[in-house]
T-cell receptor, first 111, second 113 residues
Framework: DAKTTQPTSMDCAEGRAANLPCNHS???????VYWYRQIHSQGPQYIIH???NNETNEMASLIITEDRKSSTLILPHATLRDTAVYYC????????????FGQGTRLTINP | NAGVTQTPKFRILKIGQSMTLQCAQD?????MYWYRQDPGMGLKLIYY???????DKGEVPNGYNVSRSTTEDFPLRLELAAPSQTSVYFC????????????FGNGTRLTVT
């Protein structure tokens, strides 16, 4: 699976959009980009995933560049409850989802 | 719908003791996983299972054993606890479709002293 690079930490004001970048320059054609987050010491929570088209769900939007070498997770109106560690993971389709978690980005939402 | 349930939530073991971490899911998922998370680090895969009776090693399997006798349950066994196994353990499950996301339990915090 391709490696990912994320900033260690980010801050965002409450009510603003939080944009979390992720680089995955060695991604291959059959690999998807997944985002999970971990709030405090709870189990990670799935947010969204995509292959090459932009995706949106009730939690967030995922923007993947045309060359697929990077992506951005967007939380449109961040709240204090969005403070968490966000993990960007690249994984091929199919089979057991043996996800490799890096250290992620610690996002702090400030009042 | 309870999702993924882990027990116990906390446990303190002495070096050399044994214990089983329990994990159950009620979503009829084929795939189940055990991860550990050390302080300030990402999760590392210990073992996983693609269905009842089938298990395989992950990245850090040494010191652990698993079994999968039913679809619902995936216990993790520590035979001779060591301080290096102090960690938070997360169980997860996913469905049979290729991109099914993982559903995680809330973890078991284990301390070995």
């Amino acid at each position: 699976d391709a490696k990912t690079t994320q900033p260690t930490s980010m801050d965002c004001a409450e009510g603003r959009a939080a944009n979390l970048p992720c680089n995955h320059s060695t991604i291959s054609g059959n690999e998807y980009v997944y985002w999970y987050r971990q709030i405090h010491s709870q189990g990670p929570q799935y947010i969204i995933h995509g292959l090459k088209n932009n995706e949106t769900n009730e939690m967030a939007s995922l923007i993947i560049t045309e060359d697929r070498k990077s992506s951005t997770l967007i939380l449109p109106h961040a709240t204090l409850r969005d403070t968490a560690v966000y993990y960007c993971i690249v994984r091929a389709w199919g089979g057991a989802q043996k996800l490799v978690f890096g250290q992620g980005t610690r996002l702090t939402i400030n009042p | 719908n309870a999702g993924v349930t882990q027990t116990p939530k906390f446990r303190i073991l002495k070096i050399g003791q044994s214990m089983t971490l329990q994990c159950a899911q009620d979503m009829n998922h084929n795939y189940m996983y055990w991860y550990r998370q050390d302080p300030g680090m990402g999760l590392k895969l210990i073992y996983y299972s693609v269905g009842a009776g089938i298990t395989d090693k992950g990245e850090v399997p040494n010191g652990y054993n698993v079994s999968r006798s039913t679809t619902e349950d995936f216990p993790l066994r520590l035979e001779l606890a060591a301080p290096s196994q102090t960690s938070v353990y997360f169980c997860a499950s996913s469905g049979g479709q290729g991109n099914s996301p993982l559903h995680f339990g809330n973890g078991t915090r284990l301390t070995v002293t």
